[in-house]
C-alpha cells in the first residue's frame, strides 16, 4: 500500500501519483495511517487570554484601593469637642489629612451627619431625657481613627422675648412677639381672654377678641425649666373706676353737693353742688382705650 505524503491518502500499489495534488507516492512502511495534525483551537486560547487579563484587572484595582484607603499619615478635626443646647442645634467640623478619602464609622443616634469634602455638618436633635448626654463621632482614614466629642445639656439657659408689654385696643386684636431660647419644651400660661401660639418660625403670636367689659390687665408667663419670662398685657374697655359713667362722687362734699354745716352750708365749689365730679382715669369719657 502506497501514501501521498502530503494529503496522507492511502491508495494501491499500483498507483504512482496522488489523484488530488498531483505528488508521487510513497510506500507505507509502517502499515499505519499517519494522524493529521489538529489547528490550535483559537477560542479557548482567546478565553484563557481574558482570564489572565480580568484576574490581572482585578488585582490591580485591589491594589489601587489598598493604596488610597490606606495613603494617610495623620488625621485631625476641629474642633474636637462640640456643646449643643438641650433645644439641639448645628455645628461643623473641618477634617485635615494627607489621605485620598476619610469615612464616619460611629456616631450617636441622636446626631445626624452631612458629608462634604474636607468637612461634616453635623445637626443635633432636642434633649428631652431630663440628663446632660455625651457621644462620640468616630473618623477613619486607612488605619488612622479619631474623634469629635458632643455634649448636650438638659436644661435650658436662655428664654427672652421681645417684648415686655403689649396693649390691645377694646377691638382686639394680635400681636408677634419673638421668642430666643435654647429650649425645647417651654409652657406658657396666660388669661383666658388671651390665646398663644407658636409660628412656624418659632415666635410667639398673641391674640384677644373684643372687650365687651371694663378695661382689663393680665400676663403672659412663659417658662421652660428654672427660666421665666413675663409679657404684661392690658386691654381697652369701659373704664373700671366710673364703670363707664364718666363720673365719680366729688371727694370735697363727699358726694353730697355742698360744704359746711346749717347757716354756713354753701354749695360744693369743687363739683358744683352736682356731688359728682369727671373720672380722672378715663379723663370723663367713661372708656379707656
Keep these: 500500500m502506497k501514501i501521498c505524503p502530503k494529503c496522507h491518502t492511502k491508495y494501491d500499489d499500483s498507483m504512482s501519483f496522488c489523484v488530488k495534488d498531483g505528488c508521487q507516492l ?4 509502517s502499515g499505519e495511517t499517519p494522524t493529521t495534525s489538529s489547528k490550535p483551537n483559537k477560542r479557548k486560547g482567546c478565553l484563557k487570554a481574558f482570564i489572565i487579563t480580568l484576574v490581572v484587572f482585578i488585582l490591580g484595582i485591589f491594589l489601587l484601593y489598598r493604596h488610597i484607603m490606606n495613603a494617610a499619615t495623620y488625621l485631625r478635626t476641629e474642633p474636637e469637642v462640640l456643646t449643643a443646647a438641650k433645644g439641639g442645634g448645628t455645628g461643623k467640623v473641618d477634617i485635615d489629612y494627607d489621605g485620598y478619602v476619610w469615612t464616619i464609622n460611629h456616631q450617636p443616634d441622636w446626631v445626624s451627619i452631612d458629608e462634604s469634602e474636607n468637612y461634616f455638618e453635623i445637626a443635633v436633635e432636642p434633649n428631652k431625657t431630663g440628663q ?7 473618623i477613619q482614614s486607612g488605619k488612622l481613627l ?4 458632643v455634649r448636650q445639656f438638659a436644661y435650658a439657659t436662655v428664654l427672652n422675648v421681645s417684648e415686655s408689654k403689649l396693649h390691645f385696643g377694646k377691638d382686639g386684636g394680635s400681636e408677634t412677639v419673638s421668642l430666643e ?8 400660661q396666660f388669661p383666658q381672654w388671651i390665646d398663644v401660639e407658636e409660628t412656624e418660625q418659632g415666635d ?18 412663659i417658662q421652660e425649666d428654672q427660666i421665666v419670662a413675663t409679657i404684661f398685657l392690658s386691654q381697652g374697655g369701659e373704664c373700671n373706676v366710673c364703670h363707664g359713667d364718666g363720673e365719680i362722687s366729688c371727694s ?5 353737693g ?9 354749695s360744693c365749689f369743687a363739683c358744683g353742688g352736682t356731688g359728682k365730679v369727671a373720672c380722672s382715669s378715663c379723663n370723663g369719657l367713661g372708656y379707656i382705650e
Excluded at 132 to 138: D, L
Excluded at 181 to 188: R, V
Design 252 to 256: 370735697s362734699c363727699w358726694g353730697t
Design 258 to 266: 355742698s360744704s359746711g354745716f346749717g347757716f354756713y352750708s354753701m
Design 132 to 138: 446632660n448626654r455625651e457621644g462620640t463621632i468616630t
Design 26 to 29: 510513497q510506500e507505507n512502511l
Design 146 to 149: 479619631t474623634q469629635v466629642v
Design 181 to 188: 431660647t435654647d429650649g425645647c419644651e417651654w409652657k406658657a
Design 204 to 221: 410667639l403670636r398673641i391674640s384677644c377678641s373684643e372687650n365687651e367689659g371694663e378695661y382689663r390687665t393680665g400676663s403672659v408667663v
